[in-house]
């Protein structure tokens, strides 16, 4: 028994150690203070950009468009369950070249705007790593990607770096800019984990909102299960037909 939790107690602490290592130096300053500071914002955003932008997504639907992020080489999405709308509906997701393949919404959070979907095409897909141990800090860097207006190849994905404002249960609030069509997009730390996703915008432009990772590990097995949660803003539960009453 007690070597069972001298195991336990150093797998912990071997976990701590790898989430401080991984913790960039500069989010321990209240403000860059030179060149090098700023450089280190950009290196650390410049080396996570390329995966974080091969797993971001823009998701079409009948009613306009919107983001998400892949999260498993087997095309689980996380997005914002005002883009899903609803479980089981049948969707098209672009990628970062322009290619388009299948996906089905599964579950949604309708007081959280936390939602699920899966690519049901076959294939091995880019993904980012969730950030699990919700290392992140009031006033820690990170960068917003998302299709802004919808999916422009030309243009290419929007990015916005930032800083966290704000931590709430469900929520966090950063000063990277969002817009329509960022709706369901991925909000990342500067190691490149994924720590929220978007969610809305205040009455005032500078008010930008994410639904913490920590909402969809709470609740991932009921979103994998294709279920509707709660009785909220951001999602009305669908109304059975006659016939399946």
């Known amino acids: ?11 912990q602490a071997l976990c701590l150690t790898a989430t401080m290592a991984d913790r960039a130096s500069i989010n321990d300053k209240l403000t860059p203070e030179n060149r090098e500071d700023l ?21 079409e639907i009948t009613e306009g468009s919107g983001t998400g992020v892949i999260v ?30 299948n996906a089905v919404t599964l579950g949604l959070d309708s007081e ?10 076959p294939g091995t897909w880019p993904f980012v790593e969730i950030d699990k141990s919700e290392s992140y800090k009031l006033g820690d860097w990170v960068f917003a990607l998302g299709h802004s207006g919808g999916f422009d190849k030309k243009r290419g994905l929007v990015l916005r770096p930032g800083r966290i404002v704000r931590i709430a249960d469900q929520s966090l609030q950063s000063d990277c800019i969002l817009i329509g ?3 369901g997009g991925p909000l990342f730390d500067l190691s490149g984990n994924l720590i929220a996703i978007h969610s809305r915008v205040g009455p005032q432009l500078v ?4 639904v913490g990772i920590g909402v969809f590990q709470e609740k991932w097995g009921a979103l994998l299960n294709s279920e509707f949660l709660g009785d909220g803003p951001f999602a009305k539960k669908p109304v059975p037909s006659e016939k399946n009453r």
């Open 39 to 59: 450089l280190a914002i950009q290196n650390a955003v410049t080396s996570a950009l390329q995966r974080a932008s091969a797993a971001t997504v823009a998701i």
């Open 207 to 210: 008010v930008n909102m994410h």
């Open 181 to 183: 069509g960022d709706s």
């Open 72 to 101: 498993s080489p087997e095309g689980l999405i996380l997005t914002a369950a005002h883009v899903s709308g609803a479980p089981g509906k049948k969707v098209q997701v672009i990628m970062q070249d322009g290619r388009r393949v």
């Open 112 to 121: 959280s705007d936390a939602a699920m979907a899966r690519i049901t095409d």
């Open 1 to 11: 028994m007690i070597r069972h939790l001298i195991r336990i107690v150093a797998a």
